[in-house]
């Protein structure tokens, strides 16, 4: 699907460093605008108390833009979870993308309220997929199962294998056939996803630079200690 950019918002933040907000929007062909306050924006790992074990820690991104009535705001509330593509950059790269979430509007009223909103990565949109690997008895790899499920969602971050495991064939643990039609009946693409690397001792975890991780799980270790 085409995306346009809709509106954007740079500044220079107290370290110097250029700090861009842009939001696209499907199908839009007009001029882009620029947003008159961006008050704050903050990278959020969406763990909310979760085991720093869990398989897999989605990542969120709030920004709160000053009201000037400089448009219609409330068109960000809107029940499409693809409608508004948001890409925050530092220094001119593109540091995460994600999608406007439909209920994260908020909007403060008072003399220059401000505009809550909370971008995704639209990870959480898979649990409410039902897992159906087709053809029924496939088989396939991690990596391209993982693919797969990606490509569901607009997903358009990087993916990086970074385990070093091998099979018993000293397969690389990301090219190893699993047999999927066992998940087919009962199990949404984030429960299969989570139980898929959870069984290969893995974790997927957002690290900067537009990037999602798979990497082992004693990778962690030294910061459970």
Same mark, same amino acid.
């Given at each position: 699907?085409?995306?346009?950019?809709?509106?954007?918002?740079?500044?220079?933040?107290?370290?110097?460093?250029?700090?861009?907000?842009? #939001?696209?929007?499907?199908?839009?062909?007009? &001029?882009?605008?620029?947003?008159?306050?961006?008050?704050?924006?903050?990278?959020?790992?969406?763990?909310?108390?979760?085991?720093?074990?869990?398989?897999?820690?989605?990542?969120?991104?709030?920004?709160?833009?000053?009201?000037?009535?400089?448009?219609?705001?409330?068109?960000?509330?809107?029940?499409?979870?693809?409608?508004?593509?948001?890409?925050?950059?530092?220094?001119?790269?593109?540091?995460?993308?994600?999608?406007?979430?439909?209920?994260?509007?908020?909007?403060?009223?008072?003399?220059?309220?401000?505009?809550?909103?909370?971008?995704?990565?639209?990870?959480?949109?898979?649990?409410?997929?039902?897992?159906?690997?087709?053809?029924?008895?496939?088989? &396939?790899?991690?990596?391209? @199962?993982?693919?797969?499920?990606?490509?569901? @969602?607009?997903?358009?971050?990087? #993916?990086?294998?970074?385990?070093?495991?091998?099979?018993?064939?000293?397969?690389?643990?990301?090219?190893?056939?699993? #047999?999927?039609?066992?998940?087919?009946?009962?199990?949404?693409?984030?429960?299969?996803?989570?139980?898929?690397?959870?069984?290969? &001792?893995?974790?997927?975890?957002?690290?900067?630079?537009?990037?999602?991780?798979?990497?082992? #799980?004693?990778?962690?270790?030294?910061?459970?200690?």
């Amino acid at each position: 699907m085409a995306y346009g950019l809709y509106l954007y918002k740079q500044i220079i933040n107290q370290g110097d460093r250029v700090v861009r907000l842009e #939001i696209y929007q499907k199908d839009y062909v007009g &001029a882009s605008i620029e947003i008159n306050s961006l008050q704050s924006a903050t990278l959020v790992m969406d763990n909310q108390g979760e085991d720093l074990t869990a398989p897999i820690i989605k990542s969120s991104l709030n920004f709160t833009l000053v009201n000037t009535n400089q448009f219609n705001y409330e068109v960000f509330f809107t029940p499409d979870a693809t409608k508004f593509k948001v890409v925050y950059k530092l220094d001119g790269v593109t540091e995460w993308t994600g999608y406007l979430t439909p209920d994260s509007y908020m909007e403060s009223l008072v003399f220059r309220d401000t505009i809550s909103l909370v971008a995704r990565d639209n990870l959480g949109m898979l649990d409410e997929m039902k897992f159906n690997y087709l053809p029924y008895w496939s088989v &396939a790899s991690p990596q391209s @199962i993982l693919t797969n499920a990606l490509s569901k @969602i607009g997903f358009d971050m990087t #993916i990086e294998w970074a385990s070093l495991k091998t099979d018993s064939d000293n397969t690389n643990i990301k090219d190893v056939n699993i #047999i999927t039609r066992q998940y087919n009946n009962d199990k949404s693409w984030f429960e299969f996803i989570s139980i898929l690397l959870s069984s290969l &001792a893995l974790q997927m975890r957002y690290v900067g630079g537009n990037k999602y991780k798979i990497v082992d #799980i004693n990778k962690f270790k030294p910061l459970l200690s």
